[in-house]
């Protein structure tokens, strides 16, 4: 079973409260994200695939009061398995890593990710030291998720299955300069 990631990106965000920070992956997650409502405080990745959960975990220890959310696809996260081994050393209670699990690197042409060969993104997070893990596939989970999200206080890790569709591209502002100086702004930081 699996969900339509544009109506699991919504219920993730519903009522996102004015504290969590979202870093959402190359690609789709962040065209989601952008479609679903567009906010300063979404820190948008282009051109760097692989990094959004370093990116996260340094955003995380930054800002300790603000809950940061990386939401990414399997591909950038297979990309990046690693710094799942980083997060799990240092801990930050308010970072949550949330994997869009469709099967297919949708980026390049939709040939089949490793976790349709059986790579069990879950079970790596669980190994590299994260407490809280998920494994999202319908709405009851889904539901549980945006709940958590909300007021986690240790490193979650959760994979969602999302279908491997299509739905129309929103793209938000691509000027890195732009992108940094809003969120900094969004911060009470000087841009």
Request: negative net charge; charged residues 20%; aromatic residues 6%.
């Amino acid at each position: 079973m699996s969900l339509p990631r544009r109506d699991a990106m919504a219920a993730l965000m519903q009522g996102r409260g004015e504290d969590l920070l979202v870093v959402p992956g190359l690609g789709s997650t962040t065209w989601d994200l952008a479609a679903v409502g567009d906010d300063p405080r979404n820190f948008y990745m282009w051109g760097a695939m692989g990094g959004a959960a370093m990116i996260g975990l340094g955003l995380a220890l930054a800002q300790p009061h603000k809950r940061v959310a990386v939401i990414t696809g399997d591909g950038e996260m297979l990309m990046g398995l690693g710094s799942l081994a980083t997060i799990g050393v240092q801990r930050p209670r308010n970072l949550a890593v949330i994997v869009f699990d469709n099967g297919v690197y949708g980026e390049t042409g939709g040939q089949p990710s490793h976790t349709q060969a059986g790579i069990d993104l879950v079970g790596v997070a669980r190994a590299a030291g994260f407490a809280t893990c998920c494994d999202v596939a319908d709405e009851a989970g889904l539901a549980d998720l945006a709940r958590r999200l909300k007021a986690f206080e240790e490193i979650l890790f959760a994979r969602v299955a999302i279908d491997a569709d299509e739905p129309p591209r929103v793209l938000p502002e691509r000027e890195g300069v732009a992108l940094k100086q809003r969120f900094r702004a969004a911060l009470g930081l000087k841009p």
